[in-house]
């Protein structure tokens, strides 16, 4: 295939355009923005749950709470009415002794559960003082997510910016170049490989693998506008204006 120097030397930047596009998509997976995003989103998450734990835990010791008040107001009323009896004139001389007996069981029952609950009451005020450090915590997180948000969507508008550059500098160039010669860069690329490299010294820009010399007295030896190959990675060879035969 023949092609003048100029095009091949635009074929090289065609390459180099492709190699810029290839680094905005490796970026675009690798953004330490998107891994700080990851990160305070993970932390922001254990936060929350946290919290919801605590939540749900204060709820079981506010039902404990609500029935040992019940327990507490039953046996109130239930001193109540004994005492209520007692100073009454209704009650005959045997009652007496049954009634004092049951007030000093109810009584001790109301201080059992008078310490039952406080103990519940003080778990709960633990928990509380808790939750409070975790809600905030959930706050200076939650701030700091739309924080990342925010620095990624720069980062990634950034590199959309680029690509978009790029895009357009590559079709300028495609639109320069002869159809034949594109389509020879692109089946190389397509095999994975680079398209295109220059000739630096023995050594191939693409592969940057070095060409014995036996290559080299063929390369040395094609007139200027023969499009070449490197022998060790198929890339189309470009040479270096200057290049000596």
Known sequence: MKADVWQQHSLL?????????ARVEHRVKKLPE???????????????????????AMEDLD??????ESEIDAV???????RALLNGDSVAAKQVG??????????????SL???????????????GRRVVEVAAVDELDTALRA?????????????????????RREELLTSLQPDLVDLYERQRARGGQGAGQLQGRRCGACRLEIDRGEMSRIS????????RCPECNAILVRAEGFKK
Request: glycine share 2%.
């Open 63 to 68: 039902e404990q709470v609500a029935k040992f």
């Open 114 to 128: 008078e310490d039952s609950l406080l103990e519940v009451m003080e778990r709960r005020e633990e928990l509380a």
């Open 221 to 228: 030896a094609a007139a200027d506008d023969e499009v070449l």
């Open 148 to 168: 990342a948000q925010h620095a990624l969507a720069e980062a990634v508008a950034d590199l959309d910016r680029s690509r978009q550059e790029s895009l357009t």
């Open 34 to 56: 998107q891994e700080e995003l990851d990160r305070v989103r993970a932390e922001l998450v254990a936060a929350q749950d946290r919290s919801a734990a605590l939540g749900i």
């Open 13 to 21: 930047q065609l390459a180099e355009v492709d190699a810029g596009l």
């Open 76 to 82: 109130r009323q239930r001193e109540d009415r004994d």
């Open 98 to 111: 049954e009634l004092q007996h049951e007030l000093e069981t109810l009584e001790r029952r109301q201080a």
